[in-house]
């Protein structure tokens, strides 16, 4: 990657509705879907992808993601999410930060839906909801150079009565007989153990992201821990799609690797900082442009076979990036959402409080956050 002058991307999965809740209080309801939290990275560094995504005619959010208009699905909804966040209470044990529940789901994405012979540079499938199915990732995987896949596409399952989000193993997913071909495949730290890391890096790239400890890389001869960025952490959702967006976009724009996978790092933890669909300052965008080609520069000559070696100047790049965030920090007013739930009441549109962007008084903590 990085070869092409002009490299295009293809990027499927549903746009959704998310609403945000802690303690029976809706913090925040706003555009959610993966590849909603990927196109505000890619678009914010000009790395230019087409969009599939199917919604309901119910979707709100036509205004925002009007330069990749949805395929609009008359037989069924927008997909909906719940993420309940639990308790702040230290004596409380958990291995997660909250809890997913799907509350409507809309169409899967088929493979008539996606182009018939043109060539991407790069596809990502990074559905939410069950909307990628086997044939239509085995479509991607045909018509892209290199893909890359958020395991989240593959494993997610839902209870058939609260629609709570559960796992399936990854050779039990229907979709293991297609892992060999996929370029690059992205888990967090909770998702890597329903697959075998040690017998997946031997057929691709595994990436697996830990938050505040930043990310790992397993490839089939080594294994590697890149640095976090510290932060304060407000809001997980979307943090790992960020993540993802990031490294595609180092690896599209030539970086190795290592650099890559440190730039996901650096989007995942400007994501939780901020409630729902982050906001990126202009000013740091083109930064952080700055700093990707003077890097690129610096590295030029690098071989396939040093991708995954960290080059020189590594930590440099770390401090550049983290200089270009702290210069250009936008502080945004306090706002939170009045509207308190009662939890036997099922979820209704009328009840809710609607608005784009808030930010909670106090942080959400966590234990095990994604990127």
């Given at each position: 990657m990085g070869q092409?002058?002009?490299?295009k ?10 609403i945000l ?9 706003t555009l959610?879907?993966a ?6 990275v890619?678009?914010g ?29 008359q037989?069924?909804k ?9 308790s ?5 044990i958990?291995?997660?930060d ?7 789901s809309c169409?899967p994405?088929?493979v008539s839906?996606?182009?018939d012979?043109k060539?991407?540079?790069?596809g990502?499938?990074?559905g939410?909801?069950g909307?990628v199915?086997?044939?239509t990732?085995?479509?991607?995987l045909?018509?892209?150079?290199v ?14 009565t ?5 796992h ?8 293991y007989h ?9 888990a967090?730290?909770?998702e890597?153990?329903f ?5 997946v890096r ?18 089939k ?7 976090p960025?510290?932060t304060v952490?407000v809001?997980p ?8 967006a990031?490294?595609v976009?180092g ?8 650099d ?9 933890s400007?994501?939780v900082?901020?409630i ?16 990707i ?13 040093s ?12 401090a550049?990036?983290?200089?270009a ?22 979820y209704t549109?009328h009840q809710?409080l ?18």
């Amino acid at each position: 990657m990085g070869q092409n002058p002009n490299p295009k991307g293809l990027i499927i999965g549903n746009y959704c509705h998310d609403i945000l809740i802690k303690d029976n209080l809706v913090l925040a309801q706003t555009l959610g879907g993966a590849v909603s939290f990927i196109s505000a990275v890619l678009h914010g560094l000009t790395i230019s992808a087409d969009y599939i995504s199917k919604v309901g005619p119910d979707f709100i959010y036509n205004d925002t993601v009007n330069n990749h208009t949805p395929i609009v699905s008359q037989s069924g909804k927008t997909t909906v999410f719940e993420a309940y966040f639990l308790s702040d209470d230290p004596s409380v044990i958990r291995r997660e930060d909250r809890v997913l529940k799907r509350v409507e789901s809309c169409d899967p994405i088929n493979v008539s839906d996606l182009p018939d012979e043109k060539v991407y540079d790069f596809g990502m499938a990074v559905g939410i909801a069950g909307e990628v199915i086997p044939e239509t990732l085995e479509k991607l995987l045909d018509i892209c150079n290199v893909v890359f896949v958020d395991i989240q596409s593959l494993i997610r399952v839902f209870d058939e009565t609260n629609g709570t989000v559960k796992h399936v193993g990854l050779k039990q997913s229907g979709f293991y007989h297609l892992v060999h071909r996929i370029g690059f495949l992205k888990a967090s730290a909770e998702e890597a153990p329903f697959m075998d890391v040690e017998e997946v890096r031997k057929l691709c790239c595994v990436v697996v992201t830990s938050g505040k400890d930043g990310c790992s890389l397993y490839w089939k001869d080594g294994e590697m821990q890149i640095d976090p960025f510290s932060t304060v952490q407000v809001d997980p959702t979307g943090a790992g799609d960020s993540f993802l967006a990031g490294l595609v976009a180092g690896l599209v724009e030539g970086l190795a690797i290592p650099d890559a996978a440190l730039l996901g790092n650096f989007f995942g933890s400007l994501t939780v900082g901020q409630i729902g669909l982050p906001e990126f300052d202009e000013r740091l965008m083109q930064k952080v442009k700055n700093e990707i080609h003077k890097r690129k520069t610096e590295c030029n000559g690098n071989d396939d076979d040093s991708r995954f070696t960290k080059p020189r100047g590594h930590e440099q790049f770390i401090a550049s990036l983290q200089s270009a965030k702290l210069t250009t920090t936008r502080t945004i007013s306090p706002r939170v959402a009045d509207q308190v739930l009662d939890p036997d009441s099922g979820y209704t549109h009328h009840q809710m409080l609607f608005f784009k962007k808030s930010v909670y008084e106090e942080p959400i903590k966590s234990i095990d956050a994604n990127p």
